[in-house]
């Protein structure tokens, strides 16, 4: 006798040869089936892994070898600005202060060989730290092109002081101009074009238009700045061995690059920016004698380390009743270009009138709706004149019912490695509720 | 020819449907038929095709029908098990150009037949099931989480622009995608 379970589940399938073929199977499959390994990645056509180069530069001593992957690779045209990036002085990251960045602070060796990774740090009209990545040739950071950027020419194409959005660490500057963040990339490609990228690292879910990258140009990265205390840093490579590198410069700049990992994150070129010691980091050593401990394991984010030698900026006479403003709240209906179709969708538009000027990244507002167990906020992004008016729109996203709004001003916390993810003080601006139908 | 034994007084649990399926396959059709709409509707969302979303669907019960082993009803629900395995077909076929038929390929189930009526009708019912399909996947993570991730991976928004509608930068909303799938992926460890 058989039984059936059918009890408040669909009796029939909707799709009944697909139940059958699945019952047939089961009845054929006692034991679950243990996967083959993965498929080889392709080669890239780049000059110095070609077999004959690569017989050529196997003569040379590795620092004369180094030296000439840098010197002749030739030039191509700048890597250019990600189309719809705003540069403006005064909102989002703001745009690079002259003078303000420095040359090349540290440079590691690619695992494959050719020019070294670096980084440099740039500062920001708003008041932000950044540190951009990339190959070095000829002293300049830049983009190689292989792995489909730059349609493989293997020129080098350097990197603009500008080009700051993307995987590239960014935080607020404290009082002494020390920026503290961090970023782990996984699955990186070896062109080191991370913004638009050329290839989709194994297992992305995104950009399939995309080649895949070949996973023998795939690179685990991790960069960042711990703080002008910040002495060492010791990272697990992908096969669990331990290796400390120095943190350099006044920023206490790292720069880890490693072969990635057999297995990806489920993105594929994961990408996590947050405090320094993101990634696999596992201890970050201070000059004056704290250690940190991450307790990271790769792929998984543990504790990252607090921002030593951080000073907050110090904002005083802000109080409760010197940001207290009236906040007003209006429906809307608006169109949202999405994925396939342009919608009009229901829009909250809120509005204050900033009674504290923002003049940097430091401090800024924060605005949030509430409704039911739905919760969405975002700050405004941009320097606010005293007295200006403030209006954003939200999304409804289907509240029905009660929703409760807030302004908050925020300020003089620690950075979180992260722009726009403001911590510290919060000073109730104003809050409204309503009642959507 | 199945005979019933009667109307039980509760359920059964998918994890008494996947026991041993190799002398219980009718609790795997069951398991099947419970979870066939929302798994569909997953995938006519993903790809807006009720022909691709069949197909991805029957190699997501083959690897489920393989890895029924490593289902801990301890560690989430069968349906967030299930998902864990959709969406690794769904990234294994994005990253391929193809959908992936290796887990069928080895239990030997048949190409399925399909024509309009029926493309159609998965779609239109798989359609009534999306949100609740999606909303099943993105359980565990916090709201922010689940609008990054939905707006990334579900509607393949660039960070850009999910950036500029959330009112936040590119790295923040890749770190709640970034979060949200390393929930999800811990939701699904025990799948493999």
């Given at each position: 006798m058989t039984e059936v379970y059918e009890e408040l589940d669909p009796p029939r399938a909707l799709v009944p040869q697909l139940e059958r073929e699945l019952m047939d199977a089961a009845r054929r499959t006692p034991q679950p089936a243990v996967h083959g390994p993965r498929g080889r990645a392709r080669r890239t056509g780049v000059w110095w892994r070609s077999p004959l180069l690569a017989a050529a530069l196997l003569v040379l001593a590795f620092g004369a070898a180094a030296l000439a992957a840098q010197q002749l690779l030739l030039s191509g045209a700048p890597v250019t600005l990600p189309r719809g990036v705003p540069l403006q002085p005064r909102s989002g990251l703001g745009v690079p202060l002259p003078h303000s960045s420095t040359a090349i602070l540290t440079q590691v060796t690619d695992p494959a060989g050719g020019p070294d990774w670096g980084v440099r740090f740039v500062a920001t009209t708003r008041g932000y730290g950044c540190l951009q990545f990339g190959r070095v040739v000829r002293g300049e950071l830049g983009v190689i092109g292989e792995d489909g950027s730059f349609s493989d020419d293997g020129r080098f194409h350097a990197l603009p002081l500008d080009y700051l959005e993307g995987p590239f660490p960014c935080a607020p500057l404290d009082a002494r101009g020390h920026a503290f963040a961090g970023v782990f990339m996984d699955g990186t490609p070896a062109s080191a074009q991370?913004?638009?990228?050329s290839c989709t690292a194994r297992g992305g879910l995104t950009h399939t238009s995309l080649p895949a990258c070949p996973a023998a140009d795939e690179r685990l990265l991790m960069a960042g700045m711990a703080g002008p205390l910040a002495r060492t840093v010791t990272y697990a490579d992908p096969g669990g061995g331990l290796h400390t590198v120095s943190a350099v410069g006044p920023q206490g700049a790292y720069l880890i690059v490693e072969r990635a990992p057999a297995k990806l994150g489920l993105e594929g070129g994961e990408y996590e920016p947050g405090p320094p010691g993101a990634g696999t980091i596992r201890q970050i050593a201070y000059a004056n004698g704290q250690v940190c401990n991450t307790g990271q394991e790769l792929g998984r984010t543990a504790r990252a380390c607090a921002s030593v030698g951080e000073q907050p900026i110090i904002q005083p006479g802000v109080t409760a009743a010197s940001v207290a403003s009236p906040v007003t709240v209006r429906l809307r209906r608006e169109a949202v270009r999405m994925r396939y179709q342009t919608q009009v969708l229901p829009m909250f538009v809120i509005s204050f009138r900033a009674r504290v000027p923002v003049t940097s990244g430091a401090s800024g507002y924060l605005i949030s709706v509430s409704c039911g167990h739905a919760r969405q906020e975002g700050p405004v992004f941009a320097n606010v004149r005293r007295g200006q008016l403030v209006t954003r729109d939200f999304a409804r996203?289907?509240?029905?019912g009660t929703a409760h709004i807030r302004v908050v001003y925020q300020y003089g916390g620690h950075t979180h490695g992260l722009p726009f993810n403001l911590g510290g003080h919060g000073l109730t601006v104003g809050t409204r509720t309503i009642d959507v139908r | 020819m199945p005979q019933y034994i009667g109307v039980r007084s509760r359920p059964r649990t998918d994890e008494e449907l996947l026991r041993e399926p190799a002398s219980n396959p009718e609790g795997f059709g069951a398991f099947y038929r419970r979870h066939e709409r929302v798994v569909l509707g997953f995938f006519v969302r993903a790809t807006g095709r009720g022909d691709l979303a069949l197909d991805l669907t029957a190699e997501t019960f083959a690897r489920a029908l393989e890895s029924?082993?490593?289902?801990?009803?301890d560690r989430g629900e069968a349906r967030s098990w299930l998902f864990g395995i959709a969406r690794h077909v769904l990234a294994a076929s994005l990253a391929r150009g193809r959908v992936e038929t290796s887990a069928r390929a080895r239990r030997g189930i048949a190409a399925l037949t399909l024509d309009e009526r029926l493309v159609a009708s998965i779609e239109e019912t798989a359609s009534g099931v999306a949100e609740e399909a999606v909303d099943a996947w993105l359980a565990d993570l916090t709201p922010d989480q689940r609008v990054a991730v939905r707006g990334r991976v579900l509607e393949d928004r660039s960070y850009r622009e999910l950036a500029r509608e959330l009112e936040c930068s590119e790295a923040v909303v890749r770190q709640r995608v970034h979060r949200g799938l390393s929930l999800i992926r811990k939701g699904l460890e025990g799948s493999r």
């Open positions: 991370v913004v638009e990228e996203n289907g509240c029905r | 029924h082993q490593g289902f801990d009803p």
